[in-house]
């Protein structure tokens, strides 16, 4: 009896020597992007757990002031980090539903400039959109239409209303009600060339099969970073612009 419990101790600390090494291993060799423990840094490309370490910096409706702060300090500073000129925005109350807390205004760095500027947004989606535009974003204009990207043309953040424009109360409020989404109406590249949602998505408009081909690419890679995509396939609502956001629920449509 007494052998085979010390049998069994062996095991176990055999076990846990492998575990401890495998995990050294992991911590050393694998990528950071895909381990949860590692800080999140803008210049990796998109990993494993790219997602759930910007989920980090989310608020809920009901999140202390204390929290606020110190959570969008936190995601601030990871702005920073990156190169980016980003400032606090005022907390925002319009009533009901459409409350703005912990959201940034994005000044500069080194950034794709959103036109119109000076949007809004909730800190963890301009994290987002920093990745989107580093590892998706300028690469896709580069290797599909040999161009840089001057700009993000947009409708916008900050919306006080319900999906849709509902003024029916059982439908949910819009992602927009908190700032927490981006309406992407296309890009317009440094050799003055644009290409737009509208025109461009079927492959039918000036850019050609190219801007479809590179539109379907923002989709495509805006599915890995921001948790709902919407496209001109998804409904009449979204025939004009990307709808990308940071909700909790998630959706590429």
């Not at 963890?124 to 580069?142: C, G, S």
């Not at 927009?176 to 109406?185: E, I, W």
């Not at 461009?200 to 989709?219: I, S, V």
């Given at each position: 009896m007494q052998r085979d419990f010390a049998d069994f101790w062996n095991l176990m600390w055999e076990a846990a020597l492998g575990v401890c090494a495998a995990f050294a291993l992991l911590n050393a060799f694998a990528p950071a992007q895909d381990l949860p423990w590692k800080p999140l840094d803008l210049s990796h490309p998109i990993g494993q757990a790219t997602a759930a370490k910007v989920d980090d910096f989310e608020l809920t409706r009901v999140s202390a002031p204390e929290e606020v702060a110190a959570v969008t300090d936190a995601c601030i500073q990871i702005l920073r980090d990156a190169g980016v000129t980003v400032e606090r925005a005022p907390d925002r109350d319009d009533g009901g539903f459409c409350v703005v807390r912990g959201a940034v205004r994005i000044t500069g760095g080194d950034i794709t400039p959103?036109?119109?500027?000076?949007?809004?947004?909730?800190?963890?989606?301009?994290?987002?959109?920093?990745?989107?535009?580093?590892?998706?974003?300028?690469?896709?204009?580069?290797?599909?239409?040999?161009?840089?990207?001057?700009?993000?043309?947009?409708?916008?953040?900050?919306?006080?209303?319900?999906?849709?424009?509902?003024?029916?109360?059982?439908?949910?409020?819009?992602?927009?009600?908190?700032?927490?989404?981006?309406?992407?109406?296309?890009?317009?590249?440094?050799?003055?060339?644009?290409?737009?949602?509208?025109?461009?998505?079927?492959?039918?408009?000036?850019?050609?099969?190219?801007?479809?081909?590179?539109?379907?690419?923002?989709?495509?890679?805006?599915?890995?970073?921001?948790?709902?995509?919407?496209?001109?396939?998804?409904?009449?609502?979204?025939?004009?612009?990307?709808?990308?956001?940071?909700?909790p629920r998630g959706l590429c449509g």
């Open positions: 959103l036109a119109p500027g000076g949007l809004v947004m909730q800190c963890p989606l301009a994290v987002r959109y920093v990745i989107w535009d580093r590892q998706v974003l300028r690469p896709a204009a580069q290797e599909i239409l040999g161009s840089k990207v001057a700009r993000v043309d947009n409708y916008g953040s900050y919306a006080c209303r319900r999906i849709y424009n509902s003024d029916k109360p059982q439908d949910r409020p819009s992602e927009h009600a908190r700032a927490n989404a981006l309406d992407v109406a296309g890009v317009t590249l440094e050799d003055g060339r644009t290409v737009s949602v509208a025109n461009d998505w079927t492959g039918q408009g000036q850019a050609g099969e190219p801007g479809a081909r590179f539109l379907h690419r923002l989709k495509d890679g805006g599915c890995r970073v921001f948790s709902t995509v919407l496209t001109p396939d998804y409904n009449e609502a979204h025939k004009d612009h990307l709808h990308l956001d940071g909700a």
